[in-house]
């Protein structure tokens, strides 16, 4: 089995900060072009929930033009005109705009409508099961799939919020699979 690197093009690394995905989005409600002021100025606004402040606009604007616009630039995203001081967005193909889906303030996620509705689903099916006794047949089946439901909801939503940044992953894991890879690669080196 060989797993996937992500690539400059990958929407999971183009998509994992929430301030390329806020870029992303703006240039879709602009009809794929802005200049970079306005730009910034969205991408604030969108970050803070109101209308930025001038450090705020700043922080933004040093962001966008040192780190994520080479970035979707290199993605072929996006093109940034010097001159006219404006960014266009090329080309957001089918699964950018996938994991761009808007989730509008109060609504939640689908993730976590999942999750609730199969947690809710799993502690029914326990209760029942325990209550009636019959640990066995067609409760026992309940039970099994709304836990088989539970455990793909879980990885649902933690596939959602690892996509938008968030480490589910405690550091500890991170660092010991991180030294298994150390260790594999020098004794590849050793082999050469």
């Not at 093009?9 to 929430?18: A, E, K, Q």
């Not at 502690?123 to 836990?147: E, P």
Request: net charge positive; glycine share 8%; charged share 25%.
């Amino acid at each position: 089995m060989r797993l996937r690197t992500a690539g400059k093009r990958d929407p999971f690394y183009i998509l994992r900060n929430s301030r390329r995905r806020f870029m992303l989005k703006a240039l879709m409600e602009l009809n794929g072009e802005a200049c970079l002021r306005e730009l910034v100025r969205r991408v604030a606004e969108m970050e803070s929930g109101a209308p930025p402040d001038r450090r705020l606009r700043k922080s933004v604007y040093t962001g966008i033009v040192q780190n994520h616009l080479p970035k979707l630039s290199l993605a072929g995203l996006v093109e940034y005109d010097r001159e006219t001081d404006t960014v266009r967005l090329v080309e957001l193909p089918r699964e950018y705009r996938y994991y761009l889906e808007a989730v509008e303030k109060g609504d939640i996620p689908w993730c976590l409508y999942y999750l609730g509705l199969s947690l809710a689903g799993f502690l029914s099916s326990l209760l029942y099961t325990a209550y009636t006794h019959s640990w066995g047949g067609s409760s026992l089946l309940t039970l099994i799939f709304s836990a088989l439901l539970l455990i793909s909801s879980l990885l649902h939503t933690a596939h959602t919020y690892g996509l938008k940044g968030i480490e589910l992953i405690p550091y500890g894991i991170q660092a010991i699979t991180k030294g298994f890879r150390r260790v594999k690669r020098k004794k590849e080196v050793w082999k050469t």
